[in-house]
T-cell receptor, first 112, second 112 residues
Framework: DVKVTQSSRYLVKRTGEKVFLECVQDMDHENMFWYRQDPGLGLRLIYF???????EKGDIPEGYSVSREKKERFSLILESASTNQTSMYLC???????????FGPGTRLLVL | QKEVEQDPGPLSVPEGAIVSLNCTYSNSAFQYFMWYRQYSRKGPELLMYTYSSGNKEDGRFTAQVDKSSKYISLFIRDSQPSDSATYLCAMSGRFNTDKLIFGTGTRLQVFP
């Protein structure tokens, strides 16, 4: 059974803080993704990675960076959190393109 | 115009009803079509996966793809209160560089 875990379910941070969101998958998947989900906007792709140390910008990368030092771990970094980054953050992984994406439980981030 | 359009609902039906959830899309290159179910405060989980046109059935769920009309549907027979969730359609093209594009989700409520 594929498992994608995220480091926190809920997080409250102050404007300007550096925020780390971590995602770990246990199925040796090649590809990993970070999305944010907002009401009325659906899932929007922030960054993705098809290999260790590789990263690609998604549709809304501004204000975010990522790190993939190990195959199973994909971190999302908010360099200086802002209130408009308050959102639900979802990590996903897949073995290959056009295959099922498996999602983590999400992290609800509130930036005050 | 969004690439994928989905009515946000909410859709409220009595237990036992047949539910029809739909998405339209504009990109004729889409080949892979998925339906995800997302319970409140959880990550999406894959419900149905179809390739190209046609129908696919899994228990009470039937996914239908009509590529000529650029229209996909998910039918739920004998709906249960446990089906209450948000349903997201998702689709992608056949190339490895194609991203998965999500609808905004339809919220379904099945009342006893």
């Amino acid at each position: 059974d594929v498992k994608v875990t995220q480091s926190s379910r809920y997080l409250v941070k102050r404007t300007g803080e550096k925020v780390f969101l971590e995602c770990v998958q246990d199925m040796d998947h090649e590809n990993m993704f970070w999305y944010r989900q907002d009401p009325g906007l659906g899932l929007r792709l922030i960054y993705f990675s098809y290999d260790v140390k590789m990263k690609e910008k998604g549709d809304i990368p501004e204000g975010y960076s990522v790190s993939r030092e190990k195959k199973e771990r994909f971190s999302l970094i908010l360099e200086s959190a802002s209130t408009n980054q308050t959102s639900m953050y979802l990590c996903a992984s897949e073995q290959g393109r056009q295959e099922t994406q498996y999602f983590g439980p999400g992290t609800r981030l509130l930036v005050l | 115009q969004k690439e994928v359009e989905q009515d946000p609902g909410p859709l409220s039906v009595p237990e036992g009803a047949i539910v029809s959830l739909n998405c339209t899309y504009s990109n004729s290159a889409f080949q892979y079509f998925m339906w995800y179910r997302q319970y409140s405060r959880k990550g999406p989980e894959l419900l149905m996966y179809t390739y190209s046109s046609g129908n696919k059935e899994d228990g009470r769920f039937t996914a239908q793809v009509d590529k000529s009309s650029k229209y996909i549907s998910l039918f739920i027979r004998d709906s249960q209160p446990s089906d209450s969730a948000t349903y997201l359609c998702a689709m992608s093209g056949r190339f490895n560089t194609d991203k998965l594009i999500f609808g905004t989700g339809t919220r379904l409520q099945v009342f006893p």
